[in-house]
Each structure stands twice: as structure tokens, then as C-alpha cells.
């Protein structure tokens, strides 16, 4: 498989470098310091997998997706220092396939790129744990089911929608609009069947992409 590393700092890449260099089906092609370097070393080399921090300076998450306007069967591994559900969840919105914290150990992270390259997604344990703390499902984020399709709801339906976000269970949402329990399940029903959406992840990723709820107010609290 060949490998671009997208990394700001030298010596996490020269770690990252030794690590995988000694596997026999890893080839590292190119290393980038920046964005603009990524798509560069991208259009000179191709690669099958870009091992990225986009959190490091010289980098943003909005890489992933321009990349992929282009390039659409390459695949992103992220390693990056501990971040908060919301920006796992985000980063898997953008495009990112698998995702390890840069403390794993080195047996995990070879395992991600292995795996990666296969055409699996991966996640540490901690990463795993981080959105799971969040009721979060990451078998559950169906980030293609979001089309340009007009959707309808009620004025009480996204008012709903907005309580679901922000973290309200059906007692609550009902205590606080008024309602019973039971309208306030048969709601919850109609807004997935409108929306297309298997559970309370996909009602919440909706609200966020309709910026229904804004960011600070999202349900996602930073890892302690």
C-alpha cells in the first residue's frame, strides 16, 4: 500500500516513518507539512492512504473533503492528539475513514493502517469510547443518507428535533412542550421516518447539518 504522511511535526513523521517502514507491504511515497503540500505530493504520487493530524498547523479538516473531490479512492487515517465526540463525529462526516489517538500503542496503529488499506474502518478503543460516551453509534452514522432532497416537518416537529440535539429524553421534551409521553414517541417516529433515519444519531446529525442546533449548544461534551 502506498502512504503519504500529512503531518506538521518532523518528528512525529519520522516516527511514523520508521513504524510503518519496516512493514513489507507499506511504502511511504510522501510526507506533507501543510495542505497545499497534501494535494501536491496527491497529484505527483496518488496514494492509497493519507495518515493525517489535521488538527497540527498548516492543516484543517476541510482537506479531507477537497481531497476527495478529486481523489475519491483514497483513504484517510486520522492520528491526532485526544479531541472532543463532536470532532470525531465531524471528522467522520468530512471524509475521514479510520481513527487513532497519537498516545496508541504501536501495534494498534499499524493495525489501522493495515485494516484502512483493506478498505475497513478502525477506531481505538479510546476513540471508540469517546463517541460512545456520547450515545453515539459509530456503525450507526449513515453519512450518505443525507441528500439535497427537500425534507417537511412541522414547526413542532423541529422543535423536537432541537431537544432531541440537545440531549432531552421524551419525558423531558414532553414536560417541557406540554405534550405526553406518547405524542412525543409518535413524533419522534414521524421525524425518523421523514428523515430516513434509523436512530436518535441520525435525528442529531440531521439537526447539526441543518444547523438546526448551532454548535455550542450541541450535545457533544469535550473528553475529560
Same mark, same amino acid.
Given at each position: #500500500?502506498?502512504?503519504?504522511?500529512?503531518?506538521?511535526?518532523?518528528?512525529?513523521?519520522?516516527?511514523?516513518?520508521?513504524?510503518?517502514?519496516?512493514?513489507?507491504?507499506?511504502?511511504?511515497?510522501?510526507?506533507?507539512?501543510?495542505?497545499?503540500?497534501?494535494?501536491?505530493?496527491?497529484?505527483?504520487?496518488?496514494?492509497?492512504?493519507?495518515?493525517?493530524?489535521?488538527?497540527?498547523?498548516?492543516?484543517?479538516?476541510?482537506?479531507?473533503?477537497?481531497?476527495?473531490?478529486?481523489?475519491?479512492?483514497?483513504?484517510?487515517?486520522?492520528?491526532?492528539?485526544?479531541?472532543?465526540?463532536?470532532?470525531?463525529?465531524?471528522? #467522520?462526516?468530512?471524509?475521514?475513514?479510520?481513527?487513532?489517538?497519537?498516545?496508541?500503542?504501536?501495534?494498534?496503529?499499524?493495525?489501522?493502517?493495515?485494516?484502512?488499506?483493506?478498505?475497513?474502518?478502525?477506531?481505538?478503543?479510546?476513540?471508540?469510547?469517546?463517541?460512545?460516551?456520547?450515545?453515539?453509534?459509530?456503525?450507526? $452514522?449513515?453519512?450518505?443518507?443525507?441528500?439535497?432532497?427537500?425534507?417537511?416537518?412541522?414547526?413542532?416537529?423541529?422543535?423536537?428535533?432541537?431537544?432531541?440535539?440537545?440531549?432531552?429524553?421524551?419525558?423531558?421534551?414532553?414536560?417541557?412542550?406540554? $405534550?405526553?409521553?406518547?405524542?412525543?414517541?409518535?413524533?419522534?417516529?414521524?421525524?425518523?421516518?421523514?428523515?430516513?433515519?434509523?436512530?436518535?444519531?441520525?435525528?442529531?446529525?440531521?439537526?447539526?447539518?441543518?444547523? $438546526?442546533?448551532?454548535?455550542?449548544?450541541?450535545?457533544?461534551?469535550?473528553?475529560?
Amino acid at each position: #500500500m502506498n502512504v503519504i504522511l500529512a503531518d506538521s511535526n518532523d518528528l512525529i513523521r519520522i516516527g511514523l516513518r520508521t513504524i510503518l517502514s519496516a512493514q513489507l507491504d507499506i511504502t511511504i511515497i510522501g510526507e506533507a507539512t501543510n495542505n497545499e503540500e497534501l494535494l501536491e505530493q496527491l497529484n505527483s504520487f496518488g496514494a492509497s492512504i493519507v495518515i493525517i493530524d489535521y488538527t497540527s498547523p498548516g492543516f484543517d479538516i476541510n482537506i479531507v473533503p477537497k481531497a476527495h473531490q478529486k481523489y475519491k479512492r483514497v483513504r484517510f487515517l486520522a492520528i491526532t492528539p485526544e479531541q472532543s465526540a463532536q470532532t470525531l463525529v465531524d471528522a #467522520m462526516r468530512s471524509g475521514i475513514t479510520s481513527y487513532v489517538k497519537k498516545d496508541c500503542d504501536l501495534t494498534e496503529i499499524v493495525n489501522a493502517v493495515s485494516e484502512t488499506a483493506r478498505g475497513y474502518k478502525f477506531f481505538c478503543g479510546q476513540i471508540l469510547e469517546a463517541i460512545q460516551k456520547a450515545n453515539i453509534d459509530v456503525n450507526d $452514522l449513515d453519512f450518505d443518507s443525507y441528500t439535497c432532497e427537500a425534507v417537511i416537518l412541522s414547526e413542532r416537529e423541529n422543535e423536537i428535533i432541537v431537544l432531541i440535539a440537545e440531549g432531552h429524553t421524551n419525558e423531558q421534551i414532553a414536560e417541557q412542550l406540554f $405534550l405526553s409521553k406518547h405524542t412525543v414517541n409518535t413524533h419522534r417516529k414521524n421525524i425518523m421516518a421523514k428523515l430516513g433515519v434509523k436512530n436518535t444519531a441520525g435525528i442529531v446529525m440531521y439537526a447539526v447539518k441543518t444547523n $438546526l442546533v448551532s454548535p455550542n449548544k450541541f450535545l457533544f461534551a469535550p473528553v475529560l
